[in-house]
């Protein structure tokens, strides 16, 4: 199944909270230029959880393709749709396949 919260997670943080409990795979959209503290600690304590996680990066191009664990950062900016949600769903099958949260 597919869960979104809809909204921003420092304004739901409750709701995002049991949202990374419930899921196999945590996606989440950051915009790297965003350096609050809230932003943060959020990013902190998802790449510190055990539970694979995505990061779409709003105003990045180009990140190099290094995978760290269950950890990925794609870069949205300028990208082709089609090609993104290809990659995307390539990524999250492949992360799905080696969870232990299945």
């Not at 959020?42 to 180009?62: G, H, M, Q, R, V």
């Not at 995978?67 to 290809?86: F, Q, T």
């Amino acid at each position: 199944g597919f869960i979104n919260l809809h909204g921003d997670t420092q304004e739901h943080r409750k709701q995002a909270g049991f949202l990374e409990k419930m899921s196999t795979v945590n996606v989440i959209l950051v915009s790297i230029s965003d350096n609050s503290p809230m932003t943060r600690e959020i990013l902190k304590d998802l790449f510190a959880s055990s539970k694979p996680l995505i990061c779409l990066c709003t105003d990045l191009e180009n990140i190099p393709p290094v995978k760290s664990g269950n950890k990925v950062r794609i870069a949205l900016k300028n990208r082709n749709e089609a090609e993104l949600i290809s990659e995307l769903r390539e990524m999250i099958k492949h992360l799905m396949a080696d969870s232990t949260y299945k």
